[in-house]
């Protein structure tokens, strides 16, 4: 659910005329531990991958959303890493992953199962927790209704789980959407990062940590490449072509481990109907919203999203 190259109403970066407040000390404390970085294969491609602490500690596994990638957990992974066996990878066709021909919800299932095993979160003594933000939670609740019992639990970040009819409805705008589409070309960086939106749209006051996404989501085309020199997107504007998200109505139903949920209080996403039937499905399911934040929440209050997720391990799944 995250684009980011479609214009809107509200502005985050392309006004500030190189005037970006500078990071604060903890934001460069957490991109300072800096991840190791490797390539994970799965079948007949590779999907880049970031990990944080020790092998053998208790595994956490982070799903990005759609169109975004691996780094945009690369300021709150950091603070788990003393205690879990920390993994973040992006989905094919997005981030530095590779691109495929045809994606599938499937797919995404093995990418998260070869992830995890390539990072190690199963050598612990206890089941890792999958972490699933926005579009990474359809995957997530598939691998949990699938092979959910190698999980300990997952929590679902500001994910509507939708009615059939809603659905195809977003899924008829998806299919039509202008944007899928190639991506343009820039010619200089700061242009195309002036470009960068959250989708849906929403305000963000921490302008250093949607610069920090944004420079992570683009593509350096070297001058001997096709279009080259220039600047692009990373993630493939194709995917919805090809992928269905299916019932995750049904995975929800079916999740062989336990269900945790954390929303953007402001979420433009979670409306009342979105929670009752959420509610419905998951009735003894933990619910904790963030006060202040849209639906990308850990822009918008990371601090209050490590802490939720902090006191939700340490209490759940029990």
Known sequence: MERSAAPSDIT???????????????????????????????GDITIEMLTWGEVGKPGLLFLHGNAAHADWWSFIAPYFAKHYRVAAFSWSGMGNSDWRDNYSIDDYVEEIEAAANAAGLFEAGQKPVVIAHSFGTFPALAYAATRGDKLAG????????????????????????????????????????????????????????????????????????????????????????????????????????????????????????????????????????????????????????????RTLLATWPG
């Open 12 to 42: 985050l970066l392309d006004d500030l005329e190189g005037r970006m407040p500078p990071r604060p000390a903890w934001f460069s404390r957490a991109l300072d531990a800096a991840p190791e970085r490797d390539r994970v294969e799965v």
């Open 154 to 309: 997952l929590v679902s970040m500001d994910t509507p789980i939708l009615s059939p009819a809603d659905r195809e409805r977003l899924g008829r705008q998806r299919r039509d959407a202008e944007d899928m589409q190639p991506h343009r070309i820039h010619s200089t960086l700061e242009d195309i990062v002036k470009r960068f939106r959250f989708r849906p749209v929403q305000p963000c006051e921490n302008l250093y940590i949607v610069d920090h996404i944004a420079r992570k989501s683009v593509y350096t085309i070297m001058p001997w490449e096709k279009d080259g020199p220039g600047y692009t997107w990373l993630f493939d504007p194709f995917i919805w072509k090809t992928l269905d998200v299916g019932d995750p109505t049904q995975h929800v139903k079916a999740a062989r481990c336990p269900l945790a949920f954390v929303d953007g209080e402001q979420s433009a996403l979670m409306d009342q109907d979105a929670l009752e039937i959420r509610s419905a499905l998951a009735p003894h399911a933990p619910v904790i919203s963030i006060p202040d934040a849209h639906h990308h929440l850990m822009a918008d209050q990371p601090h209050a999203v490590v802490a939720a997720l």
